[in-house]
């Protein structure tokens, strides 16, 4: 690519670049064709533009943690304020934060998009630039050309996992990993260079931070996997190289940069102060996932190629193999598997980069290639490769007894909050993408089999699956149908008449009351989250008894005062 632009003028390089454009923008029109052209599963006229990703639920609550920011920059809310299971102080820490989604959300609102407008674009306009970021990785710094760009690009950006963990709009934190990934590529360019080294450290445990506050599951396989792979690569060098990295050696080395080492691990503890501030009061509260819970989530061998049934592929071929695999508990968590065809030629790369490490053993002269760049590019991708398999097998479910995902639940920091181990796989796109490219790098030149692979990569990773299963049409609807609240009202909770209820999840009429908390600035007993107070029991909205017996207890738990209920099916207020 760098070498076509030598040889090109700078018009023609403008066109290039406009047509690769294009091609990206088609992309993203197809990858979020739910929400451009909801008609294509709704089978109704929408507006384009319509759908909304996600669901009403985790979607929707995000959207809503995206508004509090709104309004904490806006000076109408403060840092830990939200408006549910008032007066409870710990809401804040009981879901992710999305710190970095806030940013572009703020700007769409203060332009005059409502609040689920300034939620679709948001996660558009994030996948959209992790891919050119991504794109610009590939090409500046792996040099990689247009083939293996694009291959990558399919595998890591438009997979079939990032399609199916669209309905998680937490996870597209994902996108912001090539910007990590360009902080640490710049860093390892600059390691003899000791100012910029610092630099472009210090920035990259910032960024890493930063994902911690917008999405912990994202960070924590982050940090998981670079841990993995430090480790790795330090055996690795340590097998090839004892003769000249010996213990006394790298002790000295390491005594030279104490301080410098000191610095990193103050900035990373400093920075992360407030999000355990939020945090470890939920922690203390409500403990650690059951480890049954995340058991019945860890991924079967079969889950690898779990690619769910609506793949367009491969999914009536995986339900031909297993058709029982929807039947299972929290099945729709587990559809986070690699497509056939990327999950082969993963492991065909895996084993070649296995013997390369092999035979590199068994070579005396490994030594004379020590500072080569293709050397190290060799050593990168077996680690990488490796890495990947520990974290494949580390996450299998031998039986439903087994697992070695239990000693990271056990021994390893944060491990007991990870409830759904399977997302990790949406992570491991990234890595293995690397690895398959650089592999087929050497080993495909013919420019026609590398288009066929490119499309046959690009329909595998198709999945029917509907992305947008709410819409602006319809939740406008009842955010505006809404009625002003009394003045006296400074709290309330939400009731529906139970001849008109027909919803059975609890969830929706909680976050009816948030919007409703959200628009008029109170407070609700009701809430939504990944965990609740202890005592907080409104779950059952439309069994007004139990309803009404967990509603008396938390006001009188907090004797609270101002309270008032608002009726979903008539739209009016009431003093309690």
Not at 291 to 306: A, K, Q, T
Request: charged letters at 15%; hydrophobic letters at 50%.
């Amino acid at each position: 690519m760098r070498i076509l632009f030598k040889r090109i003028t700078i018009t023609d390089r403008i066109q290039v670049i406009s047509f690769l454009f294009v091609i990206i923008i088609l992309l993203e029109l197809i990858f979020f064709r739910d929400a451009f052209f909801p008609q294509f599963h709704q089978f109704v006229f929408a507006p384009i533009l319509d759908g909304l990703i996600g669901n009403s639920g985790d979607a929707r609550l995000n959207t809503l943690i995206m508004e509090h920011w709104y309004d904490f920059y806006r000076g109408i809310s403060t840092f830990k304020e939200l408006p549910v299971f008032y007066p409870n102080e710990n809401a804040l820490g009981y879901t992710d934060l999305l710190i970095a989604y806030s940013w572009p959300y703020a700007f769409f609102r203060a332009v005059g998009a409502d609040i689920f407008r300034a939620q679709q674009l948001t996660l558009i306009l994030l996948h959209l630039i992790g891919t050119l970021a991504l794109i610009y990785l590939l090409i500046k710094k792996f040099k990689f050309n247009i083939f293996f760009t694009s291959i990558a690009t399919i595998i890591i950006f438009f997979s079939n996992s990032y399609y199916l963990n669209s309905h998680h709009t937490q996870l597209f934190a994902f996108s912001f990993l090539p910007f990590l990934g360009l902080l640490i590529f710049s860093l390892v360019e600059n390691i003899n260079n000791q100012k910029k080294r610092i630099c472009y450290a210090i920035f990259s445990i910032l960024f890493l931070n930063l994902l911690f506050y917008t999405s912990f599951y994202i960070a924590y396989f982050t940090l998981f996997f670079i841990f993995i792979f430090s480790l790795v690569t330090a055996i690795i060098f340590r097998i090839l190289y004892k003769e000249i990295l010996n213990n006394s050696q790298i002790l000295k080395r390491l005594k030279e940069i104490k301080l410098e080492l000191l610095c990193y691990f103050s900035t990373f503890v400093i920075t992360l102060i407030p999000f355990f501030l939020i945090y470890l009061p939920v922690m203390k509260e409500a403990g650690k996932r059951p480890w049954g819970e995340v058991r019945s989530m860890l991924p079967s061998l079969i889950d690898y190629i779990n690619i769910s049934y609506s793949n367009l592929t491969w999914g009536p071929l995986l339900h031909l193999i297993s058709p029982s695999l929807q039947e299972r508990v929290n099945s729709i968590e587990l559809e986070s598997g690699f497509p056939l065809i990327t999950f082969f030629l993963f492991w065909l790369a895996f084993f070649y980069y296995i013997k390369k490490l092999i035979l590199l053993i068994r070579s005396k002269s490994k030594n004379e290639n020590l500072n080569t760049i293709v050397f190290h590019k060799m050593l990168i991708n077996i680690s990488l490769s490796i890495s990947v398999f520990v974290m494949l097998v580390l996450q299998l479910k031998f039986s439903n007894d087994f697992s070695l995902w239990w000693n990271i639940y056990r021994y390893f920091p944060g491990g007991s909050a990870i409830r759904v181990v399977a997302r990790a796989n949406l992570f491991l796109t990234f890595p293995m993408a690397i690895v398959i490219c650089t592999f087929l790098s050497s080993k495909l030149k013919k420019k026609i089999l590398l288009t066929f692979l490119i499309a046959v990569l690009f329909l595998e990773n198709i999945n029917l699956k509907q992305m947008c299963k709410w819409n602006i049409s319809d939740i406008r609807k009842t955010y505006w149908s809404t009625t002003l609240p009394p003045t006296q009202c400074k709290i309330f909770y939400i009731i529906e008449d139970p001849a008109n209820t027909l919803r059975n999840d609890h969830y929706n009429y909680q976050l009816d009351a948030w919007m409703i908390a959200s628009r008029f600035n109170i407070k609700t007993l009701n809430g939504y989250s990944g965990q609740s107070p202890i005592g907080w029991s409104l779950f059952e909205v439309n069994n007004s008894s139990k309803y009404y017996i967990g509603v008396q207890a938390w006001i009188s738990k907090h004797k609270l005062t101002d309270v008032c209920s608002y009726n979903l099916s008539n739209y009016l207020w009431s003093i309690h």
